[in-house]
């Protein structure tokens, strides 16, 4: 029952990837219109990409997706892709609501950071919103800030977006 950190690869990995992110698509969307904004979009914008593209994305020059994996089950994963010179966007970051509390955030972003500094990233940005609370926690952990926003968010999205840049 070892749990083991290692690269996502194959077709396999990347369905597992784009089911769990399906599942984390329902649950933002939700999220979003208990606060009054507009839900429809979250899905478009944020989790669009089938596993095929998640494949051609996470596994090009510069790019990763991380996986944690127990007895075979992936119970969560975090990935980057380039941004612009030097810097990585942190996307995709999901834990099984069963895994949390238990540090699998913590190890996952500190191997992801490893990963970023390897692959020649000095740092890193990523998106978030105002209730994923325990997410900004993880990141303040890992050096993130909060940042003045690197791209406009989604429509009517802007209120609850935060943007977070750490340096390496």
Not at 54 to 83: C, I, K, P, S
């Amino acid at each position: 029952m070892t749990l083991k950190l290692r690269a996502a690869r194959t077709a396999a990995d990347f369905a597992a990837v784009h089911r769990m992110q399906a599942e984390m698509a329902v649950w933002d969307a939700a999220q979003c219109a208990a606060l009054g904004c507009p839900a429809d979009g979250v899905a478009a914008a944020f989790y669009s990409a089938d596993a095929a593209r998640l494949q051609a994305t996470f596994t090009g020059h510069g790019a990763m997706m991380l996986l944690a994996v127990r007895d075979g089950q992936v119970l969560g994963h975090a990935g980057f892709a380039g941004y612009d010179s030097g810097v990585a966007e942190v996307q995709k970051v999901w834990l099984d609501p069963a895994a949390r509390g238990a540090g699998l955030g913590r190890q996952l972003m500190a191997e992801l950071k490893t990963a970023m500094v390897a692959a020649g990233y000095t740092g890193a940005c990523l998106e978030t919103t105002t209730f994923m609370r325990d997410a900004i926690r993880l990141y303040e952990r890992q050096g993130f800030v909060r940042a003045v926003p690197f791209r406009d968010p989604p429509a009517g999205l802007g209120p609850i977006t935060v943007f977070m840049r750490a340096r390496f």
